[in-house]
């Protein structure tokens, strides 16, 4: 059964524990940790000095809260190419396996069920898929490590990564075993593609991550959003679809993805989902003058 949650970076001024709070007085059932090195509530950074007791503090919070874990969203800084996972310097790329290791170590004990990270880059001039074969070979090495621990190793298909199409994002599929997606349909409707560019995605979607989004605008309101979400439903829940989403509003002022009341966006989007998955027609909230 598809379960509805959020994001804990959507409300990025707020302290952790009233952000797990509010999620969960939203009615939501499930929570996104957000793992940002240098700029989340968590950071990895600060969780990998005492993975244990970051795990047992974090599983207490949503305890009480009442939400399940639906996925950690980790990056190891604010920037690709720092612990980079395709970065061409193999200093970098295995202090980011040793970073890996540790939040793998907390995601475990919280019994996630997966981890969302970032392929990389292409740097100079390499081939795009050269730049995905370094990608696949240290995203095999994590998917094998995480598997002894039923955690899912996923990658976040999106501008300025070495993804940034769904056909690179399948041929990075391909040399990964294993590896799944996680679906932002606003990653693909900023450049402008449409339902048929990002089908063939769906089958090996492991994570769902919704917002509104449009043509050269990567997170607008509902009422602009031209992410055919109805459509993406339908189709998930025809291909056996039977996990998470999560309502993905961030605040930041890349994208400028700050212009939004994330609060009243996320409750219009859980209502439609949650309607769309029911065979129940939503109608819009609109405030008569």
Request: glycine residues 10%; hydrophobic residues 40%.
């Amino acid at each position: 059964m598809i379960k509805l949650g959020c994001a804990d970076y959507t409300w990025p001024l707020l302290p952790h524990e009233a952000v797990v709070e509010h999620i969960r007085g939203l009615g939501l059932e499930a929570i996104d940790l957000g793992l940002f090195g240098n700029r989340s509530h968590l950071r990895p950074e600060t969780v990998r000095l005492d993975p244990a007791m970051w795990a047992g503090r974090i599983g207490e919070r949503l305890d009480r809260a009442g939400l399940e874990l639906a996925d950690v969203f980790y990056q190891p800084w604010t920037d690709l190419d720092r612990m980079g996972t395709n970065n061409p310097d193999k200093a970098e790329r295995a202090e980011g396996r040793a970073l890996f290791v540790d939040i793998l170590d907390f995601a475990r004990r919280l019994n996630a069920p997966g981890m969302t990270m970032a392929s990389g880059r292409v740097y100079g001039d390499e081939t795009t898929t050269s730049s995905l074969r370094r990608s696949a070979e240290e995203l095999n090495w994590r998917i094998e490590a995480a598997a002894r621990y039923g955690v899912e190793i996923r990658v976040e298909g999106g501008v300025g990564q070495n993804i940034d199409t769904p056909a690179r994002l399948l041929e990075l599929i391909g040399m990964a075993p294993g590896l799944k997606a996680t679906f932002d349909y606003a990653h693909y409707v900023y450049q402008d593609m449409g339902n048929a560019d990002v089908e063939p995605l769906l089958e090996h979607t492991g994570h769902v991550q919704i917002r509104g989004g449009a043509p050269g605008r990567m997170q607008t309101t509902f009422q602009e959003n031209t992410c055919d979400f109805g459509w993406m439903i339908d189709r998930l829940v025809a291909l056996g679809y039977d996990r998470y989403m999560a309502i993905e509003y961030v605040w930041m002022s890349l994208w400028d993805c700050n212009r939004t009341e994330n609060t009243m966006e996320t409750i219009q989007y859980r209502d439609f989902t949650r309607a769309r998955i029911e065979g129940r027609e939503y109608v819009p909230f609109e405030r008569p003058i």
